[in-house]
């Protein structure tokens, strides 16, 4: 089956710092990527997402690009927030019914 | 559009009793899943349904738990009977597949 790998953290990151979360995943046939976030006391959320090679899925200023090569999908952004501290989720889903397979999730942590 | 909708937001009862969670899905959407998740644990899914049918149960841990989904419109997960061990938040969650899905608020659940 689907898997994936990503650090659980949590990174710690002062504001307005580069974020980088790295995730590597095994999947059957061609997945779509997907990259979740929950906040403190919610459900996930679909932050961006991929659908093939070389795509770049983009979202309030998070971006990761689909790499086929080497199987991986991580996120970046530029510039964290405070807001932005949440646990982030990578989630391969391949099959007909495109069912994710979630990880640990990665905690981040952004201080002032 | 409310999003996915799931009650109780919290539920404490007695081990023994029957626990039993609700969900509305987002209309138009043909796919329903019923996750649990722990610090221990992380994300598992329990059960997902397409067209109101039940596709794959097999996360679900033991006859103790069941899922239905009567209509496009309203899904159960009900626990009978509840032990401390079912302690977690239960999130329902609903899409189309290939643009990810929605996650309702959740349920958290105690069991004394």
């Known amino acids: 089956g689907d898997s994936v790998t990503q650090m659980e953290g949590p990174v710690t990151l002062s504001e307005e710092a580069f974020l980088t979360i790295n995730c590597t995943y095994t999947?059957?046939?061609?997945?779509?990527l997907f990259w979740y976030v929950q906040y403190p006391g919610e459900g996930l959320q679909l932050l961006l997402k991929?659908?093939?090679?070389?795509d770049k899925g983009s979202n309030k200023g998070f971006e990761a690009t689909y790499r086929k090569e080497t199987t991986s999908f991580h996120l970046e952004k530029g510039s964290v927030q405070v807001s932005d501290s949440a646990v982030y989720f990578c989630?391969?889903?391949?099959?007909?019914?495109?069912?994710?397979?979630f990880g640990r999730g990665t905690s981040l942590i952004v201080h002032p | 559009d409310a999003g996915v909708i799931q009650s109780p937001r919290h539920e404490v009862t007695e081990m023994g009793q029957e626990v039993t969670l609700r969900c509305k899905p987002i209309?138009?959407?043909?796919?329903l899943f019923w996750y649990r998740q722990t610090m221990m644990r992380g994300l598992e899914l329990l059960i997902y349904?397409?067209?109101?049918?039940?596709?794959?149960d097999s996360g679900m841990p033991e006859d103790r738990f069941s899922a239905k989904m009567p209509n496009a419109s309203f899904s159960t997960l009900k626990i009978q009977p509840s032990e401390p061990r079912d302690s977690a938040v239960y999130f329902c969650?609903?899409?189309?597949?290939?643009?990810?899905?929605?996650f309702g608020s959740g349920t958290r659940l105690t069991v004394v």
């Open positions: 969650a609903s899409g189309t597949g290939t643009r990810g899905y929605t």
């Open positions: 999947a059957t046939g061609y997945p779509s």
């Open positions: 991929a659908t093939k090679a070389d």
């Open positions: 989630a391969p889903s391949s099959g007909g019914s495109y069912i994710p397979t």
């Open positions: 209309s138009g959407h043909d796919y």
């Open positions: 349904f397409n067209n109101n049918v039940p596709i794959d």
